[in-house]
Antibody
Framework: EVQLVESGGALVQPGGSLKLSCVIS????????MNWVRQAPGKGLEWVSH??????TYADSVKGRFTTSRDTARNSLYLQMHSLRVEDTAVYYC??????????WGQGTLVTVSS | QSALTQPPFASGSPGQSVTISCTGT????VSWYQQHPGEAPKLMIF???ERPSGVPDRFSGSKSGSTASLTVSGLQAEDEAIYYC??????????FGGGTKLTVL
C-alpha cells in the first residue's frame, strides 16, 4: 500500500521560513516524479512544485521563495519555504506523479502564515 | 500559468448523468479529481479518458478542442463532492481548474 505522510506544518509569521517533509512508502521512490500541491482554506487546489530525476519546477507564485528537494535514501521529499506570505496559508499535499496525473496523495499538513 | 475554467456548481438527481466542463486545456494530459469534505483529492481520470484501477466506469472523460469534460453517469449519493480538473501547461508545470461542486439532489 502506498503511503505518503507529510509533516512540518505550523503557524509562522509573515516573512518567516518553514520546511515541510514527506515520507513515502509502498512504492519505488528513487527518481520517481513527485509534486507539492496546496489548498488554501475553503479554496481550490494549486500546483506548487514538481521534482524528478532531472528537473525541479515551480509555480510562479512561489518561484524564488520555495525549494523542493528529495533524499532517495530516506524515501523523503522536502519543501523549504522562505519569505512566507499570508497567502501561502494552506494545506500542503505531497503527491506522486504518473502519466502526468497526481495519483497518490498524502493527508496534508497545514501551514498558517499569520502575525 | 492561467487557471482552467470550471462551472462552480453542477447538480443532478440519482440515476441521472451530469457533465462538468473544463475550459482552457492546452494538452492531452488532462486529469480529474474528486474531493470529499475533509479528505485528500482522489484521481478519477487521467490522460483525458483513462480511469485508474478501482474507479467506477460511471466516470468518463472526453475532450474537444480546448475543453475537457467529466461525465458522471448513474449518479449516486456518494458522488456528491467537489471535482477539479488539471492539465499540463508545458515544461512540467500544471494548472488546476477552480473546482465544481456536484450536488446529488
Amino acid at each position: 500500500e502506498v503511503q505518503l505522510v507529510e509533516s512540518g506544518g505550523a503557524l509562522v509569521q509573515p516573512g518567516g521560513s518553514l520546511k515541510l517533509s514527506c515520507v513515502i512508502s509502498g512504492l519505488t521512490f528513487s527518481g520517481g516524479p513527485m509534486n507539492w500541491v496546496r489548498q488554501a482554506p475553503g479554496k481550490g487546489l494549486e500546483w506548487v512544485s514538481h521534482i524528478d530525476s532531472s528537473r525541479t519546477t515551480y509555480a510562479d507564485s512561489v518561484k524564488g521563495r520555495f525549494t523542493t528537494s528529495r533524499d532517495t535514501a530516506r524515501n523523503s521529499l522536502y519543501l523549504q519555504m522562505h519569505s512566507l506570505r499570508v497567502e501561502d496559508t494552506a494545506v500542503y499535499y505531497c503527491v506522486t506523479d504518473n502519466h502526468w496525473a497526481f495519483d497518490y496523495w498524502g493527508q496534508g499538513t497545514l501551514v498558517t502564515v499569520s502575525s | 500559468q492561467s487557471a482552467l475554467t470550471q462551472p462552480p456548481f453542477a447538480s443532478g438527481s440519482p440515476g441521472q448523468s451530469v457533465t462538468i466542463s473544463c475550459t482552457g486545456t492546452t494538452s492531452n494530459h488532462v486529469s480529474w479529481y474528486q474531493q470529499h469534505p475533509g479528505e485528500a483529492p482522489k484521481l478519477m481520470i487521467f490522460d483525458v479518458t483513462e480511469r485508474p484501477s478501482g474507479v467506477p466506469d460511471r466516470f468518463s472523460g472526453s475532450k474537444s478542442g480546448s475543453t475537457a469534460s467529466l461525465t458522471v453517469s448513474g449518479l449516486q449519493a456518494e458522488d456528491e463532492a467537489i471535482y477539479y480538473c488539471t492539465s499540463s501547461a508545458g515544461d512540467f508545470i500544471w494548472v488546476f481548474g477552480g473546482g465544481t461542486k456536484l450536488t446529488v439532489l
